[in-house]
């Protein structure tokens, strides 16, 4: 016969612990199916992306419009290798290949509104990877250039702007360390590989009252990440959280 202390002691648990597996199964991402119309899969993707604007960029603290619209926009999962769609909205980085990875989602949002990005900025990026942190900034402003040091990953970084419909960003194969002084000065750089100082030709190109954000440390620890801002000759520089990057690294050394 069941009794109460019966219920209490086994049925209880049991209960209790289908009910936490009725709720934490679900929001396993592999519990999303590839398959039905492109459309149905655009709105799917469209919710994990939601999801990751809310738990990931908003309640940590990033509220700015344009980058908060921006991380709403961006079919992230068309910048991750295919094998990794399903984890592209996750709260993580995820490998794109050579030793690389795309940075966990906060990472870029808190980046991106570092600079105060406005319509209209010109802007430029150290490490296209992926592509994007490019397509990030891409939906807030027309001007944007990025550099990779990596012939295939550059050329990678460029077809996933170009598949997206990010058609303005310029993309160039070449040591990021030399900026891009033709099309100098920049209103704000965003440098995503962890350099070991600061380089003087980013700073150079930086426009007067620009911003610069890079993570300045040894490469394979813990870095900092920087706020650089450029006053006449002085150039003001501020510590603003621990981070870990992929290394900075240079050609003709
Ligand atoms: N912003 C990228 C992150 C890629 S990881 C994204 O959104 O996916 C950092 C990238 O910086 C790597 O692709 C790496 O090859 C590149 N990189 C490292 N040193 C560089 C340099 N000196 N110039 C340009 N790119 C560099």
Do not use: C
Not at 134 to 147: C, P, R, S
Not at 228 to 250: A, Q, S
């Amino acid at each position: 016969m069941l009794t109460d202390s019966y219920f209490s002691s086994i049925l209880l648990p049991v209960f209790i612990l289908l009910l936490i597996l009725l709720f934490t199964v679900p929001a396993v991402p592999p519990a999303f199916a590839e398959t039905g119309s492109d459309d149905e899969e655009d709105q799917r993707y469209q919710r994990l992306r939601e999801q990751m604007v809310n738990r990931q960029i908003i309640a940590r603290g990033v509220e700015d419009r344009p980058t908060v619209n921006a991380m709403r926009s961006v079919p992230r999962h068309k910048f991750v290798q295919s094998g990794e769609r399903r984890r592209a909205y996750m709260d993580s980085p995820l490998p794109i290949g050579y030793g690389q990875t795309i940075s966990q989602p906060f990472i870029v949002a808190y980046m991106t509104q570092l600079i105060n990005p406005e319509p209209g900025m010109k802007v430029l990026e150290i490490g296209t990877g992926s592509g994007y942190q490019a397509a990030v900034l891409a939906e807030i402003t027309d001007q944007v250039f990025t550099i990779e040091i990596v012939e295939e990953l550059g050329e990678w970084g460029r077809q996933n702007l170009r598949n997206a419909g990010y058609d303005k960003v310029q993309v160039k194969r070449a040591d990021g360390y030399y900026g891009w002084e033709e099309h100098a000065p920049f209103d704000a750089i965003v440098v995503t590989a962890a350099a070991d100082h600061i380089p003087p030709p980013l700073v150079e190109q930086l426009r007067d009252g620009g911003l610069m954000v890079i993570p300045v440390g040894s490469p394979f620890r813990t870095q900092n990440l920087m706020l650089v801002e450029k006053r006449g000759e002085d150039i003001r520089t501020r510590n603003l959280m621990p981070v870990r990057f992929v290394p900075f690294t240079r050609e003709d050394e």
